[in-house]
């Protein structure tokens, strides 16, 4: 398997755009989770999914961001309007259905907002 | 929720010497405590863990210890090396899947 895939790896853009981030979870998994990465607070859950449905979103700073898990293949995390503070690392991780099952993360993707 | 907490934020040692993070939880319900390795650049990848029925587990050069009572555990790399430099996460979960990160400790291993 090739593990956890996320794309784009890179991301510049400029305040007030749409930004996109994708992941396609390891096959089999049934968890997925979505992190933001930054040096002030560290590794952040926004949100994850069991199943393809959100289990708990209260992680998502605002409105402004959405996440979608339209297959057991693939997810999205959208931030609409992109902001110069939404500028972190992006991490995707998925698990299997166990209390203590290892959480694989992806390469991570890098969003600047300038 | 869970609050984990992780000390230091950063530690530097001599290459050879030993190394120690240290981390709190509040949720006594927590069960489940991974240890997670994050090269500069790289994704984190898990290095090591403990479950609640467990005081402490060893794997080479490293191992965690566990304090259900005081709702602290610790990771230990003895004899450390150059290679072992990178950012440590701490995690807590109550068994639903859900990982609580502690902020991590950078750690650099001087040669």
């Known amino acids: 398997d090739a593990g956890v895939i996320q794309s784009p790896r890179h991301e510049v853009t400029e305040m007030g755009q749409e930004v996109t981030l994708r992941c396609k979870p390891i096959?089999?998994?049934?968890?997925l989770f979505w992190y933001r990465q930054t040096m002030m607070r560290g590794l952040e859950l926004l949100i994850y999914?069991?199943?393809?449905?959100?289990?708990?979103d209260s992680g998502m700073p605002e409105d402004r961001f959405s996440a979608k898990m339209p297959n057991a293949s693939f997810s999205t995390l959208k931030i609409q309007p992109s902001e110069p503070r939404d500028s972190a690392v992006y991490f995707c991780?998925?698990?299997?259905?166990?209390?203590?099952?290892?959480?694989?993360f992806g390469p991570g993707t890098r969003l600047t907002v300038l | 929720g869970e609050n984990v907490e992780q000390h230091p934020s950063t530690l530097s040692v001599q290459e050879g010497d030993s190394a120690v993070i240290k981390c709190t939880y509040s949720?006594?319900?927590?069960?489940?405590f991974p240890w997670y390795k994050q090269e500069l650049g790289k994704r984190p990848q898990l290095i090591i863990d403990?479950?609640?029925?467990?005081g402490e587990k060893k794997d080479q050069r490293i191992a965690v210890t566990l304090n259900k009572t005081a709702k602290h555990f610790s990771l230990h790399i003895t004899e450390t090396q150059p290679e072992d430099s990178a950012v440590y996460f701490c995690?807590?979960?109550?068994?639903?899947?859900?990982?609580?990160f502690g902020t991590g400790t950078s750690l650099t291993v001087i040669p």
């Open positions: 991780a998925s698990s299997l259905i166990n209390s203590y099952n290892e959480q694989f």
């Open positions: 999914f069991n199943n393809n449905v959100p289990i708990d």
């Open positions: 949720d006594s319900a927590s069960n489940y």
């Open positions: 096959s089999g998994h049934d968890y």
């Open positions: 403990i479950r609640s029925n467990v």
């Open positions: 995690a807590a979960s109550s068994g639903g899947n859900q990982f609580y």
